[in-house]
């Protein structure tokens, strides 16, 4: 055993605040951490020890450091984190990407749900007016480069497009969680939540064959994740859709590569996709051998794809590089919270790239990981010295062709409207691992930059709410 660092986290049992450590075993990385009163617990973190340190030392390490009030509060008052989020004074990191939870219900009962909706009791949904005071509140006291709605599945409320569309009057990106259940059924619907200013839908897509959704979802949904993104494609003249699929061990880690694909025959209308390992959270039941890491996605990412390298993907912080140059927070979140890299669409007819999928399933010279294109470690250390992408950086560092134009347009610019622009070229592949009581790590927690924001006026990060703080879950234990 060979001890990597120690931290703080919380018995998955009775959530006391206890000592755990990090440690390298067998190439892989551990938490192992003991309760007085349940006994001690193990579980996998990173499955590639060097895969780990290898996105340690590319790290941003100063990306988004917030500047905290000591003094905001009286130190007798602290219960300690993670209990004090709001944020609390021990909070690094600022606010990237600011999340409401504007219903409780919803219209499926998914086995695993982080959140537990449809799962117990019933809040009744926040009024319209309480929702702006909480987007007004991100707006003011944060500098997050978007705002998105979720839930529950937001769809469900009619006053939807009336929140989409106040919130584009104060951010320039907002997204909208959804199962696609609702934008299945209706194109107008689409267009209406199009045309009040949703700059990307994010649809729950488990995989590219039945199985996965009625293991994960409790019934065959395929078809309908198609129709929402056929619908979706004619709701105007930029859609946009990141499928994010909730990744299973032994349930759906083996169709990865054809998660990809299938975006990439997509790539007209689908920006991204966002792996997200399971997190045994709200009415998941925690099974060890389920349990599967970032690095076990990206390498599987490798393995079933064989265009992409697990060397192509970096640490959420590198995207510093986009959002600072563009004026918003940092990502200063904990390097092992996830992974990030895109791929470049050339812009070939897709006839083209329809032969070229054909031949033995490969992309040809329709995509290829952005490194082809950009020495990011160029861009990275040029970034970090002026934080932003300084012009002649970016003309050293970038590939002549489309990508360089749209690149240096933005960098002179910094403007959202030339970002957006650069991403509809891209494809964004990543995966964030979302902690649950078994491996929470108060230094991971510490530096969480998305954030809910409460009705009370409180603004909580991700992992703590939906561990500690969401409903009054837990008695707070000394």
Known sequence: MHIIRTTKSICPVCYRIIDANLY??????????????HGTFKDLCWSDYRMYKQFESKNIEEAGRREINTESAPISEYKGCPFDCG???????????????????CNLRCPICFANVNGGRHEKDPDTEELKTIIDNFAANTNAAGLQ??????????????????????FDHVEVDTNGLKMAQSEEYCKEIESAGTSVVYLQFDGVTEAPYEKLRGGKLLAVKKKAIENHRKAGPKPAIVLVPTIVKGVNDHQIGDIIRFAIKNSDIIRGVNF????????????????????????????????????????????SVLLGTLGKSEVGCHFSCGAFSYLVINPFKKSVYEKMLRRNGKTGEKVAPITKYVDMERLAAAYTKKKKIPVFAALRSIRPGFLKELFIGF?????????????????????????????????????????????????VPFCSYNNIHRRGKYEIKR
């Not at 390298?24 to 009163?37: F, I, P, Q, T």
């Not at 690095?295 to 995207?319: A, C, N």
């Not at 964030?432 to 006026?457: E, Q, T």
Request: hydrophobic share 30%.
């Open 87 to 105: 944020l609390c004074p021990q909070h690094e990191s600022s606010t990237v990407l600011g999340v409401i939870d504007v219903t409780e219900r």
């Open 149 to 170: 709605f979720s839930g529950g599945e937001p769809t469900l409320r009619e006053d939807l497009p009336e929140l989409i569309s106040y919130a584009r009057k104060k």
């Open 411 to 459: 960098v002179k610019s910094r403007s959202y409207r030339d970002l957006s622009d650069l991403h509809f070229k891209l494809l964004f592949i990543g995966s964030m691992h979302f902690m649950d009581p078994y491996n929470f790590d108060l230094a991971r927690v510490r530096k969480c930059v998305i954030h809910y924001g409460l009705s009370d006026g409180r603004i």
């Open 276 to 319: 997200q390992p399971i997190s045994f959270c709200g009415r998941t039941s925690y099974n060890e051998n389920e349990r599967i890491t970032v690095s076990d996605v990206i390498s599987k990412v490798e393995e079933q794809t064989g265009f992409i390298r697990t060397d192509d993907f970096f640490p959420p912080s590198r995207l």
């Open 24 to 37: 390298e075993e067998n190439g892989a990385v551990y938490m192992e951490k003991s309760c007085a009163e």
